[in-house]
């Protein structure tokens, strides 16, 4: 079922995903320099799925940084990671949930100035399509909102949504669709 | 970032500034750090502790070697302590109305 309803969907990007597997086995060695590697072909995704996950800049650097404190504490078991990128994703996503449990009794209402997505350049057109894409983003439930990031934005599989977020393939798919059609009356004005 | 017309052109959120640096300062202590070892692991390191452990075994075993094997200490002789009652028992465990040799009271003594 989710491959018939990934058949229907753009291509996705999983350039990353692959090139991430020398930089752990380099890392699992004590090469200390694969962390830059790492974090160069991750950062943003990683930082992006937390972002969209607790909606809260704070919080998603507290969760980039423990993703990768729990990497180098865990380098010796690195090399027996089969998916790199899957367990990236998922031990933020794991991160983003605890930081949104932690922080639920301080925060009263949803932060929507989070820039969700960025425009490359500097055409200010551009710029306003990303800020209003951000706020549309913003009204979405986190686990819709967190579907759409992992398979748009870092290439996953539905499959491989669901080992990330330990939902089924289905329901992933499901959550990744209504995401877009919300999305899509959200910004029925804007386009 | 994506083919959907609704991403279409956009790309993950820009990571803050110092968030690498912090991040990776933060690994790499991680790294830096020695690796902590479970505690048998620790024993089996301390060159106190094999010392200690082989010293016990050296004595297990030269006990094991030297004691005898049916070495139980020999309990006295029950006849001993039949033969040869200790006379301050034997006046207490004595009943004066069921002695054999009691006298009986003498008439009109009630006191």
């Known amino acids: ?191 | 970032m994506s083919d959907d017309p609704l991403l279409r052109g956009f790309e993950p959120p820009v990571v803050p500034a110092r968030l690498r640096e912090d991040t990776l300062a933060a690994a790499r202590a991680v790294l830096a750090a020695a690796p902590r070892r479970d505690p048998w692991a620790r024993l089996a390191a301390s060159p106190a502790a094999r010392l200690a452990w082989a010293a016990s075994v050296a004595a297990l075993a030269a006990a094991h070697v030297l004691l005898p094997r049916d070495g139980h200490v020999e309990a006295p002789p029950a006849s001993a302590t039949i033969a040869r009652p200790d006379p301050e028992l034997a006046s207490i465990a004595r009943l004066p109305r069921i002695d054999e040799h009691a006298l009986p009271a003498p008439e009109g003594d009630r006191s």
Do not use: K
């Open chain 1, 1 to 191: 079922m989710a491959g018939h309803l990934e058949a229907e969907l753009p291509a996705r990007d999983v350039s990353w995903a692959a090139a991430l597997r020398a930089p752990f086995d380099a890392l699992a060695g004590g090469n200390s320099a694969a962390l830059e590697a790492i974090w160069d072909l991750s950062s943003r995704r990683l930082y992006g799925l937390a972002l969209w996950r607790t909606g809260c800049e704070e919080d998603a650097r507290d969760v980039v940084q423990e993703v990768f404190v729990r990497l180098a504490s865990r380098r010796r078991d690195l090399s027996g990671i089969e998916t790199p990128h899957v367990w990236l994703l998922a031990v933020t996503h794991n991160a983003a949930v605890d930081a949104v449990r932690r922080s639920a009794r301080r925060r009263t209402e949803p932060l929507e100035s989070a820039a969700h997505v960025a425009a490359p350049g500097s055409d200010p057109e551009r710029a306003t399509a990303a800020s209003n894409t951000s706020r549309a983003l913003a009204q979405l439930p986190s686990p819709q909102r967190e579907a759409v990031l992992l398979h748009h934005v870092a290439g996953c599989s539905f499959r491989e949504i669901a080992a990330i977020t330990g939902v089924p393939a289905f329901t992933a798919a499901s959550r990744c669709r209504l995401a877009l059609a919300r999305l899509r009356r959200l910004m029925g004005g804007s386009r």
